[in-house]
């Protein structure tokens, strides 16, 4: 068999084992916004999966980062296969853009600190991992407030569990209630049920009952 036949049947034998293992294209996992308090560091998080364990002299990765009112991506940070994730000295956030992840579990997130109004924009997290064809492309859009909404859904099941909760309540008390009075109505329902027995064998109530149908 040729060295190029040998080649395909390789390939052929790589793309069966994928296709067996369900391992699909890469994908790269970010959230799609962001709300970061002014002033404060704030977590951009990127990971990626892929079919292939990273080769670090493979492996690429660029982060860019793109104004609201702006078309134009600006690079802010990039790997290097002796240096690993550095951040470029030109970048619009200087010292302020740190690298936060992990490499060996495909975690390439970075934090931005003391976050200005101006920081509004769109970061983009590019990933190439060869022999992966498809490069991933996740986009953050960053929104820098001076105040956090308040976490609205929470808020709502905590009152809905709060009403339910003493409905609840309510529904076991007076069910309680109920059971309580039965339990002191039933004694009292036996005497007199017996004080009406007791009468009837009365010899004077006998009697007198016997001179009334005479």
Same mark, same amino acid.
């Given at each position: 068999m040729s060295?190029?036949?040998?080649?395909?049947?390789?390939?052929?034998?790589?793309?069966?084992?994928?296709?067996?293992?369900?391992?699909?294209?890469? #994908?790269?996992?970010?959230?799609?916004? /962001?709300?970061? %308090?002014?002033?404060? +560091?704030?977590?951009?998080p990127c990971t990626f999966t892929s079919c292939y364990k990273m080769d670090v002299t493979r492996f690429a990765m660029n982060w860019t980062y793109q104004e609201s009112s702006n078309d134009t991506e600006e690079t802010v940070m990039s790997y290097y296969?002796?240096?690993?994730?550095?951040?470029l000295q030109t970048n619009p956030f200087g010292e302020r853009v740190m690298f936060?992840?992990?490499?060996?579990?495909?975690?390439?997130?970075i934090t931005l600190s003391d976050v200005q109004l101006e920081d509004e924009g769109i970061f983009n997290c590019?990933?190439?991992?060869?022999? #992966?064809r498809v490069q991933g492309h996740g /986009?953050?859009? %960053?929104?820098?407030? +001076?105040?956090?909404?308040?976490?609205?859904?929470?808020?709502?099941?905590?009152?809905?569990?709060?009403?339910?909760?003493?409905?609840l309540a309510l529904l076991i008390l007076s069910m309680v209630v109920v059971k309580c009075l039965r339990r002191h109505m039933k004694p009292e329902l036996i005497a007199e049920e017996k004080t009406e027995e007791?009468?009837?064998?009365?010899?004077?109530?006998?009697?007198?009952?016997?001179?009334k149908q005479a």
């Open positions: 060295s190029s036949a040998r080649r395909r049947c390789g390939g052929v034998e790589l793309l069966l084992l994928l296709s067996l293992s369900g391992c699909s294209a890469m #994908d790269v996992i970010v959230p799609s916004s /962001i709300n970061a %308090l002014n002033g404060t +560091t704030v977590k951009i296969k002796k240096k690993g994730m550095v951040a936060a992840g992990n490499l060996d579990k495909n975690d390439l997130s590019y990933v190439r991992n060869p022999p #992966d /986009i953050i859009h %960053l929104k820098v407030v +001076t105040e956090l909404p308040p976490p609205r859904d929470s808020t709502i099941a905590v009152a809905i569990g709060a009403s339910v909760g003493g409905a007791e009468g009837k064998l009365d010899p004077d109530v006998v009697a007198e009952e016997g001179t």
